[in-house]
């Protein structure tokens, strides 16, 4: 680096494996913006600025370099794996960095662990931002979904350049400080949780339109090509058509023919129903996606098993587009399961974290260059729009009469696979949400008294306040009392 170069980059990247460096182009590519690079291995960087000589790259061999390049507030990005080596870069910017200067972790970060650096980072007088970046390696290239965290503070400065990189939907750059400390990492959490449960439908949709109805890969992928033109249209729908299109050229097979059943992830569908645990808050339909990739890989066990009794019944369709219209709807409304899910998720870690954060914005910024990008998002911000304060996606009036208009399908299709012996957990647990959401009164008032049998637990009566507990044990007479502390 010239000595021309110290302080002339307004952002900089560390990490230069495809994302960072994908990133960094993305950066470049941008009016106004001038972009650092620093790479552990030098190699990639020189890899990167020889083969993208008109991106401008200020290149630096070393982390002093690489800081003593930034112009002040300096402000640099890490795209590094997650992990040890996203604190061991952190740590070398800090003790460079000065007050009021911008570290941002674009990585697929636990945000407790973003809380922790955050807060760690921010004692030193230095801005940290988590910030969740969605939409892959092409996303990061051309425009990607960012979800900041960190302090307004920050984002006056980080904003208009993240807004320059960012996809572009409805003239919306599809960027928003989401909120404090760990917040933009929690929503990038939900978001690939509900990336988890929106691929294990289409995954069911596809298994029982082959199975039961007797579709070829090539008819499927017609049938998703119609069903991307509708209320359907997608990412993840568009790109599933073109997967069962392509044939391997080596056999002349279906290409989904010959790849493995096994599906593997790389933990942010666990983080997600962990969280959702700890917060009470049910994720049934992302928890099944995560479990179906579990059995998947369960390869051992799923061989030792095999043959065991199906008892199964003949799916009987007599109209075809019937069928293929049930399966849409059912899609549809498990679908609308999982995003509603997805956003009581964002609102229970919101109230326990203490981040304000805006559930219609956060669905504008998924409409564009996330995975989970869907038209079915301007519904949902047109839902929060008219009601910020939504209980629940299902009971938005324009969701409401479409999965009224779903509900026979659905039961069609959930019943029908079962009887079948065709896998659909993802459905079948959508199907069950929906099902306990709406009745008016659950199987839980026995579980109550279960608990109060074996624990003392306690309970609630339905016809005066008061804890109550009973004396199980004799004359079974009732005591009020004071919620128990078991």
């Not at 407790?112 to 969605?134: H, L, Q, Y």
């Not at 790849?259 to 997600?272: E, H, P």
């Not at 007599?318 to 679908?335: H, I, N, P």
Request: contains cysteine.
């Amino acid at each position: 680096m010239t000595t021309s170069n110290v302080g002339s980059a307004n952002i900089g990247v560390v990490g230069l494996a495809v994302m960072g460096s994908n990133l960094a182009r993305n950066l470049a590519s941008r009016e106004g913006n001038t972009v650092a690079v620093y790479n552990r291995s030098y190699e990639r960087t020189d890899l990167l600025i020889t083969e993208h000589p008109e991106a401008g790259f200020i290149a630096s061999e070393t982390i002093d370099e690489f800081v003593a390049s930034l112009a002040k507030p300096r402000t640099a990005i890490i795209m590094v794996q997650a992990g040890k080596g996203t604190d061991a870069v952190i740590s070398q910017l800090a003790e460079r960095f000065e007050p009021g200067d911008i570290i941002v972790d674009g990585g697929n970060a636990l945000f407790t662990d973003t809380i922790r650096r955050e807060k760690e980072v921010s004692a030193k007088g230095i801005n940290f931002v988590g910030a969740g970046i969605s939409g892959g390696e092409e996303g990061a290239l051309k425009g990607p979904s960012i979800m900041p965290g960190g302090s307004a503070e920050a984002y006056k400065t980080l904003g208009p350049i993240l807004a320059s990189i960012a996809a572009i939907a409805e003239g919306e750059p599809c960027v928003t400080h989401v909120g404090t400390d760990g917040a933009g990492h929690f929503v990038k959490m939900i978001h690939n949780g509900i990336e988890y449960a929106d691929m294990q439908l289409i995954a069911e949709a596809y298994d029982i339109l082959r199975q039961a109805g007797g579709y070829s890969p090539a008819e499927i992928a017609e049938i998703f090509t119609e069903w991307n033109k509708g209320d359907l249209e997608s990412f993840l729908i568009e790109i599933t058509a073109e997967v069962l299109k392509q044939v391997d050229a080596k056999t002349g097979k279906p290409f989904v023919d010959v790849v493995l059943d096994q599906a593997g992830s790389k933990g942010t569908g666990v983080w997600t129903v962990q969280t959702a645990l700890n917060l009470g808050t049910p994720v049934s339909g992302i928890a099944e996606a995560v479990f179906a990739r579990s059995l998947s890989s369960q390869s051992a066990q799923r061989a030792a098993v095999s043959g065991l009794p199906a008892d199964a019944t003949e799916w009987s369709i007599a109209d075809k587009a019937a069928f293929v219209e049930d399966v849409r709807r059912a899609l549809y409304a498990s679908k609308l399961v999982a995003y509603s899910q997805g956003f009581d998720a964002i609102r229970a870690g919101a109230a326990e974290y203490g981040w304000k954060i805006d559930l219609g914005a956060v669905s504008k910024i998924w409409r564009g260059g996330c995975i989970i990008r869907a038209q079915f998002l301007n519904r949902i911000a047109d839902a929060y729009a008219a009601k910020p304060d939504l209980e629940s996606l299902i009971f938005d009036p324009y969701f409401k009469d479409a999965v009224a208009k779903s509900v026979k399908s659905w039961r069609n299709v959930v019943a029908n696979a079962s009887l079948a012996g065709i896998p659909a957990p993802a459905f079948a647990s959508s199907l069950s949400y929906y099902d306990g959401l709406r009745s008016p009164r659950l199987p839980a008032a026995l579980v109550q008294g279960q608990r109060d049998f074996f624990g003392a637990h306690t309970y609630k009566r339905v016809d005066r306040d008061g804890t109550f507990h009973t004396l199980w044990s004799g004359d079974r007479s009732e005591v009020e009392q004071e919620p128990s502390t078991h």
